[in-house]
């Protein structure tokens, strides 16, 4: 977390979390107020946030990496507007009828992920989540579609869960109509954590790769390569200078 995260939650009198975030960070909120709630309560968990920082209780809601990707600070936002609260950021004049909220930047599992591989995400990339919960599936198919034509390096999100086991199996069909099957892949779980695994593969042995929901995998485009141990999407510096002196 960045170090404006670990304030925030040391000021704040309240935490609103999923149960297995707010177990990660549990050392960090001893005597505060929890409001905690299990997978696909995400509506609940932020209304009583709401709720409490409307009753005037400085209440933060946690998220895993960036509370902006994937995550919880679109569905305040939202919220917010639905429920007609006048918002504004937390550097703006205090005003009574107005709810001051701030987004709070982390680091997301692309970015911690990447550097634990090495250099995937050097050039052009699309993150595509596999969930099917919020999203239909024939969206994230045509997602997966266009982004592979298009030569992006692709980040693939909730990967699989044990409702969704064949997704991925799917995401590579589709990948290898566009790409060869020695193209590196990366496999990031539990990035900077204590489960932490970061396997090397490739697109045609992704099948067979160990993944779950605190996965993150990488699919290299045409020019990414692995060196030592290491994935690197050029930027495209070889080809204008001479890099090799």
């Not at 550097?91 to 550097?115: M, Q, T, W, Y």
Request: proline share 4%; hydrophobic share 40%.
């Amino acid at each position: 977390m960045s170090r404006r995260a670990a304030e925030v939650l040391e000021s704040v009198e309240a935490i609103a979390g999923y149960t297995t975030y707010i177990d990660l960070i549990r050392p960090l909120i001893q005597g505060k107020q929890i409001v905690s709630t299990a997978m696909k309560k995400e509506v609940d968990r932020v209304s009583a946030a709401l709720d409490l920082a409307l009753s005037g209780t400085a209440c933060a809601v946690v998220s895993s990496g960036d509370p902006g990707v994937y995550a919880m600070a679109g569905l305040v936002l939202e919220m917010c507007r639905e429920r007609s609260v006048s918002i504004g950021g937390s550097d703006r004049p205090e005003n009574a009828n107005r709810l001051a909220i701030e987004v709070v930047p982390g680091i997301p599992a692309l970015c911690s992920g990447a550097s634990l591989l090495g250099a995937p995400l050097t050039h052009d990339f699309a993150a595509i989540s596999l969930s099917d919960l919020l999203t239909p599936w024939e969206t994230i198919q045509a997602r997966l579609e266009a982004a592979a034509r298009a030569d992006f390096v692709i980040v693939i999100y909730n990967p699989k869960s044990r409702r969704r086991t064949d997704h991925l199996t799917r995401a590579q069909e589709i990948f290898l109509k566009y790409r060869d099957a020695s193209t590196p892949v990366g496999i990031v779980t539990g990035a900077m954590r204590d489960n932490q695994r970061v396997t090397l593969t490739t697109l045609g042995e992704l099948h067979r790769a160990e993944v779950d929901m605190q996965t993150t995998v990488f699919v290299g485009n045409s020019n990414t390569f692995d060196y030592d141990g290491f994935m690197i999407t050029p930027r495209g510096y070889a080809k204008k200078y001479n890099i090799g002196d």
